[in-house]
């Protein structure tokens, strides 16, 4: 009897995440290679596609299948994909991860004699803990403590002297624009991310993912050159490769065959997304 399991991506587009599909017993012999472990793939599936991310297990390995088995387990990844990406499962997922990256709203401000009050009662507070401590404290000390409740006992006037305070009305209308500022710019991420996350609706996140890969992997060229070094690490001959960024280098290692097979899944896919 067939099996239904759960598999990791294994290249570039199939590369972070799959979903239950039933597969042959060639092909299951193939990504059992690749030693997947099946309660963690739908986990690895959804941050792949959610990050994005791309990943690929054992590249080496993949490299030194045959080109057929490699196609096959491309085209069988992505259609896992697809079906998981599908499911209910999925989408409750992505609903929670939505909600997740909502943006947070700006705390309601403080107007003057709100911040007016609480400095009265903390400058009090601390009065009373500095009483507390020049009568703990030596003969020979108590002078410092008074010196310092001296100064918070005229912080406490200060506050309620309308020549001296702080917390004036005018203050008002500065914080009140500044909050206006904080709720327009609230506003507009807001818009932005039901834009970006709209409700039950994965597909713009999906797509975000597909055209990440297919950008990356665009430019890589297979035919480049590698040469062992002193220590026995493999170099571009091209020094301008050495410079490419880890993913580059990752779809470069897969190889042509792999890459250009999970590419035209990718551009497939995103024809009937859109």
Do not use: C
Not at 127 to 138: H, W
Not at 211 to 233: E, Q, R
């Amino acid at each position: 009897m067939k099996k239904i399991i759960f598999i990791l991506p294994i290249i570039v587009l199939v590369l972070g995440f799959t979903a239950g599909h039933i597969i042959d017993d060639k092909l299951k012999s193939l990504l059992q290679q690749f030693k997947i472990e099946e309660d963690n793939a739908k986990s690895n599936i959804f941050y792949a596609v959610s990050g994005p991310s791309f990943y690929i297990p054992n590249v080496k390995m993949l490299r030194d299948m045959a080109v057929g088995d490699r196609i096959s387990i491309i085209e069988s990844t992505g259609k896992n994909i697809k079906d998981y990406v599908l499911s209910k499962e999925f989408t409750k997922k992505y609903n929670q991860l939505r909600e997740d990256r909502k943006p947070t709203a700006p705390e309601e401000p403080k107007y003057s004699e709100q911040l007016k009050n609480e400095a009265r009662e903390s400058t009090k507070n601390s009065i009373a803990e500095m009483e507390k401590s020049r009568l703990q404290a030596a003969k020979d000390q108590q002078a410092i403590f008074d010196d310092i409740i001296k100064s918070l006992k005229q912080q406490l006037k200060d506050i309620d002297d309308p020549e001296k305070t702080m917390y004036k009305p005018e203050m008002d209308e500065y914080i009140k624009q500044g909050y206006q500022m904080q709720m327009d710019d609230y506003k507009n991420k807001v818009a932005e991310w039901e834009k970006e996350y709209p409700v039950d609706n994965p597909k713009p996140m999906i797509k975000k993912w597909i055209n990440a890969f297919l950008d990356k992997s665009a430019d890589i060229n297979f035919d480049a050159k590698t040469t062992k070094n002193k220590d026995g690490k493999l170099k571009f001959v091209d020094q301008q490769y050495e410079y490419k960024d880890s993913q580059w280098k990752l779809y470069y290692r897969a190889g042509k065959e792999s890459v250009n097979a999970a590419r035209t899944f990718a551009q497939n896919w995103l024809t009937e997304l859109k």
